[in-house]
């Protein structure tokens, strides 16, 4: 590693539990790790798929749904990442949202949310119930969590941009908040070792300052969001005590006997306790109950994850009144009405879901019963399922994704080769599809391959399938600069 790095990591040697442990960690390249989408496959089969294309994985051993691969892997690359199967994101980064542990049905905000990985973690396992609140203050960011909701097909997460230490209180009570606090980062460099150069870099005393004050006036301001009973995780991905324990001692004063700390402690994931001393300053004993993972802890990145539990009385006003959709056992819409006549969906798959807001390019399927405030204003709010601009009616990548599996026809299985050909969004040679499961007519179809939805092709009046990839996933990374009205 660097000079500047090694001095800057030198810092935390009093308080590491096995110095020479960290050093050997930091210095090494940590593994890729991915989970599988619980919706949509098994670990075990995702396991098997990426197998099949020559890279390795093996189960992490506290998380079921998470694989652990090479450091040197691209599963970026592998089809099954486009079509949703799978989301990379590093290890620890899975804690916090472990420890929120948010249930189907409950209301539940993310407070700083961009790239996405944790709302969609948060999405999942409430499997796709309820309300998911991700607000990002930066709107450049809050492209990347729109495509991740296409590609994973979240219907309960609603967008939002602000600051999160003014979000509008009526947006509250939530029954869950996380606030994973923009940090020094110094958690992940191990991330860059890969590519034999130093990422991130050491800040001053200064700029630490003032990342610490702003980490305290958000989850200041988290616990006020939370209705009594509730619960919030404050997580970093650096190591310094003054952006972890010092910034939850400090809200711990604030509130006083309003708020408890819980065990941040996961089985199976070796850590160390919270540090209750630091240059002098101590801190509240019951940090120690908090959770620090160290690089030679486990073969992860750093993180520093704190629950606290909310017991006293509420700051804020009662559940917002905003518009409320009632109960929908289906999202009624001519554009829906024409998207069951072409592909016969399963009308199982869209019970509980409703549409709007209306207007724009798209029709999308949201959670029923999920009232919201005026303001702040909402960025998006579900899944972008149909293209309104279009005649016929074309579903969405994402929408293919998500419901081709509940569809009865109009849907052409790929090869190998009619894959590659429409990931290249080269005219599909009919010899490379099969029709799967009902009849297939001229007009927009779902492409599937090995059974799993991968996105939209068109029959037109040749007998070649044109090929409706998205663009910005041929020039760009799938996951990272798509645009996600791209289809």
Not at 58 to 86: E, K, M, Q, T
Not at 284 to 306: E, H, I, Q, S
Not at 360 to 385: E, K, M, N, T
Not at 423 to 445: D, W, Y
Request: charged share 20%; glycine share 12%.
């Amino acid at each position: 590693m660097g000079e500047a790095i090694a001095a800057g990591l030198a810092r935390y040697q009093s308080i590491c539990p096995d110095w020479p442990a960290f050093r050997d960690a930091i210095s090494r390249p940590q593994p890729v790790t991915l989970w599988a989408h619980p919706e949509r496959l098994a670990p075990e089969t995702l396991q098997r798929l990426l197998d099949d294309a020559g890279i390795a994985s093996a189960p992490s051993p506290w998380d079921d749904i998470l694989l652990r691969l090479a450091p040197d892997a691209s599963p970026a690359h592998h089809w099954g990442y486009f079509a949703g199967l799978f989301q990379i994101q590093e290890e620890s980064a899975r804690l916090p949202v472990k420890l929120l542990d948010p249930r189907p049905g409950e209301r539940v905000l993310d407070l700083c949310a961009a790239p996405g990985n944790k709302t969609a973690q948060m999405a999942l396992a409430m499997e796709n119930q309820g309300l998911v609140v991700a607000n990002e203050l930066q709107s450049g960011r809050l492209p990347a969590i729109r495509q991740l909701i296409r590609r994973l097909g979240l219907r309960n997460v609603l967008t939002i941009r602000g600051a999160g230490e003014s979000l509008a209180a009526n947006t509250g009570p939530f029954d869950r908040v996380l606030v994973d606090a923009p940090c020094s980062g110094e958690g992940t460099w191990r991330k860059y070792r890969i590519h034999q150069r130093d990422g991130g870099r050491v800040i001053d005393d200064v700029e630490r300052n003032r990342l610490a004050q702003r980490q305290r006036r958000l989850l200041h301001h988290a616990v006020g969001l939370v209705r009594p009973g509730g619960r919030i995780v404050y997580a970093t991905c650096t190591l310094a005590p003054e952006e972890n324990e010092a910034v939850v001692d400090a809200v711990l004063g604030d509130w006083g006997e309003a708020l408890t700390v819980e065990s941040a402690s996961q089985p199976a994931l070796p850590s160390s306790p919270g540090v209750t001393e630091w240059q002098g300053r101590h801190f509240d004993p019951r940090l120690a109950g908090t959770c620090r993972v160290w690089p030679g802890d486990a073969d992860v990145g750093g993180f520093y994850v704190a629950v606290l539990s909310r017991t006293g009385p509420a700051r804020v006003g009662q559940a917002p009144g905003g518009e409320s959709v009632g109960s929908a056992a289906w999202p009624d819409h001519p554009a829906t009405r024409a998207l069951q006549q072409r592909f016969a969906v399963n009308p199982r798959a869209l019970q509980g879901l409703t549409t709007g807001p209306d207007g724009g390019r798209y029709l999308h399927y949201r959670i029923a019963d999920q009232p919201w405030p005026s303001a702040p204003r909402v960025d998006a709010f579900g899944l972008a399922a149909i293209g309104l601009q279009v005649r016929p009616v074309k579903p969405t990548t994402g929408a293919a994704l998500w419901l081709a599996p509940e569809m009865g026809r109009n849907v052409l299985e790929l090869t190998r080769a009619g894959l590659d050909a429409y990931r290249q969004r080269r005219p599909i040679a009919p010899e490379h599809t099969e029709p799967r499961g009902g009849p297939v007519s001229r007009g927009f179809v779902v492409l599937t391959h090995q059974g799993y939805g991968v996105g939209v092709g068109r029959i037109g009046h040749g007998k070649m399938i044109e090929s409706h990839y998205p663009k910005a996933w041929v020039t760009g990374s799938p996951g990272g600069r798509a645009n996600p009205d791209a289809d």
